[in-house]
DNA sequence: CGCGGAATTCAAGGCGAATTGAACTTTCTG
DNA sequence: CAGAAAGTTCAATTCGCCTTGAATTCCGCG
């Protein structure tokens, strides 16, 4: 019982709005999609929902999750420039909010995701094709054909990248 | 030591040749790109690097993984089409063989697993949308704003899809 | 039918990634 | 400069997915 507040203190994860509680289970899913950490997908659903810049302990308490999970995903989104910083005159909490241009998003972690791993993707074939071509190696017959087409389909992949982003801007 | 057999007998995973094995770890990594179990990836990789066709029990023993998993595994793959399945006439074992044609595997893959998820997508945002509009659930103002725009972007990815298909067709 | 080899199923265990929470660092304030 | 508030770090724990292997089902054949 204790004290009236106008807030009715959330004890359990989303114990606010319906509505609330579904935009963040949203991104959580599609957080899924792309092997994020469920804490990340919450974070950034409740700043999405609720559209306030919000401080790390509003989070920890609305979202009950521990700090430091808080302070990773936070970190994360960042990172990702999911999240802006904002701060308040005499105060130093840091504020945060969802970066609302989400194609924006989107194409940034495009860049920064997929081009890291073709690239990564890349130094592998090249290996790989070294390791194949190397008749020490006892490649099947047929094998380093195939190999120079899986190369082939990998630089078609590359060439949709910036396609994909100039469609996905408009 | 019991009996002397033509074949080696690996105990280990990929004890056969190095470019065998190079080939099994490459198709590891770009499978955990997409978040497939390792095991999937083992068995496509060595039926991509034998080009033979392989029975479950090979593959049992050539990787080192047990029935199970191999069962298992190829039911993902017969399922994205990666993998074909054949019989020999006085034999009813199922020999097993890479689907060479990358660009249908690729083609099936985007089908089956992007579209898929893009219209489990529709059926969250929908039920999304209906929260959020109801006037009972507390939706901050502006959230049913951003939520549609979430709606407009998840059309053109799916847009999106289409295009990637036929560019990488070629 | 019933036998036997081939494949599938699924409960139990293993393993790696995510989360927790307490210790620590930093920075402001009186 | 002491104290507290904000945030970060990281070792220990938890949790969920993947694998295992034994039991079960499936199927063709005598």
């Known amino acids: 019982m204790s004290r009236a507040r106008t807030a009715p203190r959330p ?3 989303g114990a606010s709005a319906p509505a609330e509680r579904e935009v ?5 899913h599609l957080g899924k999609y792309l092997s994020l950490p469920r804490s990340v997908g919450e974070i950034y659903g409740l700043l999405f929902a609720t559209g306030e810049k919000l401080t790390l302990d509003d989070l920890v308490a609305r979202l009950a ?3 430091g999970s808080a302070s990773q995903g936070l970190r994360m ?6 999240v802006r910083v904002t701060h308040l005159p005499g105060d130093r909490k840091d504020y945060y909010e969802a970066e609302a241009d989400l194609p924006a998003l989107i194409r940034g972690f495009l860049r920064d995701q997929l081009v890291l791993k073709l690239e990564h993707a890349d130094r592998r074939l090249d ?4 390791v194949v071509d190397d008749p020490g190696n006892g490649a099947p017959a ?3 054909g ?3 087409r899986l190369q082939s389909w990998q630089n078609k992949a590359r060439r949709l990248i910036p396609l994909a982003s ?3 801007k408009l």
Chains 1, 2 share one sequence.
Request: hydrophobic share 55%.
């Open 24 to 28: 963040v289970e949203f991104f959580v």
């Open 77 to 82: 989104l960042r990172g990702a420039g999911a």
């Open 146 to 148: 195939r190999v120079e």
């Open 11 to 13: 004890v359990v994860a």
């Open 65 to 67: 999750m521990s700090k």
């Open 166 to 168: 100039t469609f996905l």
């Open 127 to 130: 290996r790989l094709r070294t």
């Open 142 to 144: 047929g094998l380093s």
